[in-house]
């Protein structure tokens, strides 16, 4: 086991070159020097003040040496500062957005898993009954529907007509003044059209998928013995099929992971929640480049940590992979 | 050869006159498919006493492994259903029991392995475990007890280290060392008719020899009765004292092996008996029977065997034969046959 | 192939849908009831009604007109993003799986990366450098989604690079590339084309996802997304300018995601018995 995930972290070390090489591209391909967006704030900046920018940003040097001292700087955490009028480090402006995109991403996973495992076992064991056929239409709906559209609606409906339930921010204004159990009620109301709108387009995708992974475990060999021996339906369902069917769940969640985050820049932007979405989605409007090659970064090292926290609990559910 | 017949004598006197433990009568099952409604079984007929080894045979599609899983009821509904018939084990039938009933008939009276031992066995679970859940279930052991028994069959079926391999997960296994499992796992409830759908046929030629080997002993030690489901005739000829001949879902020929397979009545059987290459005889030409299986939901009016039959006459276009006895407890679905034998006796 | 997807009733209505949309994109100049430019004074935010059939947006332009105009865009989005997409993925497949060693794996290593980053991050990324306009948009569209292509047709090369009439074709001096292009690529063309179909879907849900944001189509050229922008600063004021350009979304995404899906039953043999 310990070798299998060494192997994987091995495989981790050129992704994240990759990762830093093109995100480099991408930064190099923009029309213009950083110092001239610099400059061009301030015009009465002199030769000399750009030219010793320049040579500080290290442009004066072929881009492969560029790109040298830019990675040395990401590997010490200095991702640059901010173009913004604050002049902060981007990391420090990405460690106060990331834990609030994080934690929404969490609550998104943890409801779209919860709904979908047990929507995707029901219908599967179920197949054609009414509840797989609603399943298949919501399915079927629920990925065809732009989240922000539905997020509007939802305003419209639980906020605006109704009035309901919050529909921007984390906290309400008076906040402070409330009992320690009217603030947890605050913070839960204002996550619940965020999160659960979010979690829409997953849980219709996993539902899909955890169903015709059940589908496909429940058409093995393995159940046909289980049935054999006289075991009834549900430790059939639960015990036998179960842990097989949630094996390419595993991966699809892994895979999914940078949808999720990307996500999160419309969720965040619309219910304006200062996460890090919504500070990518500012910093694209203001051209703050080294914020967004930052979160872009930031995005894809999250994503191959999503994929080794799948891989973990694939070795977890498969004893095919532990004693290797 | 000698074994055979040794065999043989001694089932004739309990394949005919012993207590039957299974009866089938009629039994029809079908499917939904893209093409419309296909009976993959459509009348079966036949019995399994006490103790006895039945050998049925067929070509694959002859709905073999249907009326296999038909017995256990876990063809799968939707799309497969049993439309008619009775299975009547030890004089109940099967198919009127409510459905917890069953669950109390699979595993602790009919046990059943299957043809591919590397896919019957759970990969998630240990081989203990799988084997001690059976148990638990039908003979109300407790978890120590039951691993205890899991334990003790795989020994039975002379698997080493049984109490390390319990622990193990099947793909640490080859593939007749999983069916070893499959057939402890199938014993761990002394049931008293064991079903083996073609249980050698995905293995090594040396092991299909030992895994027959020990199904056997271990029948003859445990008093079970053995349906074994397979194309191999050699495998019929050596294990079984009456074979059911299978085609396009029904049974057309049925009788003591020797007989059989001394004096086939069926233009089928004969066919299919002719078709088995021997030592000794490499110079003659493999015989096989001319054309194809029919599709099951366009068979040809009549006798569903006549488009293939060297023998048949213009009645078989018409009359779609029933298996008629023809005594020594022979019975064979074939008018020209039946004809024959009614001339002799 | 053409029955056997028409008898399937979701692919078939799937398919109803897409030709409607190419109808109604083609046919938007003579369809639309007004100029989508064109102000109407009177009628600012105004509802649905006779004269305006879906509503005003807050400029008096009407909003049906917009929309017919809007599903323009959305099409030629959807097609030229995968088309764009296609032709990058099917290219470096090709090569990978022709190739093989080096030349594939630092492809595959490189389309490992590009599946790392948040697809969404690197298209907003993209566009804060360049200005956001609808060609820009179907660039990187396109650009950022070619990876699911590039595996499929690198697998379908692989098999048949590894088959043995390949061998025995270079073995009698044929050229191998010739016998690729003539054979792995038309096998790989299926799967290709259901991907394409399922893609366009998407990019029409980025594209408007991104001229909700203001980041898209810029107006006044009418998108359905940034209809719907108005549509937030309206909200409870002029609900049809939220409701309408979303539905018509959602019956598009749809239709592709039907059709598509219903071409993978039929043209997928392995899939159809299921």
Known sequence: ?324 | MSKVSTVSDVSDVRGTNGKRLLDVRGLATAFDTSEGIVRAVDGVDFHVGEGETVALVGESGCGKSVTALSILRLVQAPAGRIVAGRIELAGVNLLELPEAEMRKVRGAKIAMIFQEPMTSLNPVLTVGYQIAEAVRLHRGLSKREAWKEAVRVLDLVEIPDAAERAAGYPHQLSGGMRQRVMIAMALSCDPRLLIADEPTTALDVTIQAQILELLDSLRARLGMALLLITHDLGVVAERAERVLVMYAGRVIEEGPVDRVFAEPHHPYTRGLLRSVPRLGRERAPLATIPGVVPKLNALPAGCRFRDRCDAAVAECASVDPALEPLGEGRRVACIVATRRGGLES | MLRRLLRNPLAAAGGLIVLALFAAAAGAPWLAPYDPSDFDAAYVLDGPSVRHLLGTDGLGRDVLSRMLFGARVSLMVGFVSVGIASLVGVTLGAVAGYFRGVVDTVLMRFVDVMLTFPTFFLILAVIAYLDASIWNIMLVIGLTSWMGVCRLVRAEVLSLRERDFLVAAEALGMKPSRVILRHALPNAMAPVFVAGILGVAGAILVESALSFLGIGVQPPQPSWGNILTEGKSTLGVAWWLSVCPGLAILITVLGYNLLGEGLRDVLDPRLRAR
Do not use: C
């Open chain 1, 1 to 324: 086991m310990l070798s299998y995930l060494a192997k994987r972290l091995a495989g981790f070390v050129p992704l994240l070159l990759g990762i830093s090489f093109v995100s480099f591209l991408v930064m190099a391909m923009a029309p213009g020097t950083p110092v001239d967006l610099m400059t061009d704030l301030n015009p009465k900046a002199s030769p000399e003040a750009r030219e010793r920018l320049e040579k500080f940003y290290g442009l004066d040097q072929p881009l492969y040496v560029q790109y040298g001292l830019w990675l040395g700087r990401i590997v010490q955490g200095d991702l640059g500062t901010s173009f913004s009028r604050d002049r902060r480090p981007v990391l420090d402006k990405i460690a106060e957005a990331l834990p609030i995109t994080l934690f929404l991403n969490v609550l998104d996973l943890a409801l779209i898993l919860g709904l979908a495992i047990p929507i995707g076992i029901y219908s599967a064991a179920r197949q054609y009954s009414l509840v797989d056929r609603a399943t298949t239409v919501f399915v079927f709906i629920g990925f065809a529907m732009p989240s922000f559209w539905v997020a509007l609606l939802a305003m419209m409906l639980f906020g605006e007509q109704l009035g309901w339930l919050p529909i921007s921010g984390l906290r309400s204004l008076d906040y402070d003044s409330m009992s320690a159990l009217g603030q947890i009620g605050d913070r839960v109301r204002h996550l619940i059209l965020p999160v659960g709108i979010a979690a829409l387009t997953g849980l219709a995708g996993l539902s899909r998928y955890m169903r015709s992974s059940m589908l496909e475990v429940l058409r093995q060999d393995y159940i046909q013995t289980a049935r054999a021996k006289g075991l009834s339906e549900t430790v059939v369902v639960y015990r036998h099929a179960l842990r097989n069917a949630l094996l390419p769940v595993v991966t699809i969640l892994g895979l999914s992971i940078p949808g999720l985050i990307g996500g999160s820049v419309i969720a965040e932007t619309i219910f304006a929640i200062p996460g890090m979405g919504r500070l990518f989605y500012t910093s694209v409007l203001m051209r703050d480049y080294p914020v967004v090659m930052g979160i872009t970064l930031i995005g894809a090292v999250l994503t191959l940590l999503g994929n080794l926290l799948a891989d973990l609990m694939y070795v977890a559910v498969d004893p095919r992979l532990r004693k290797r």
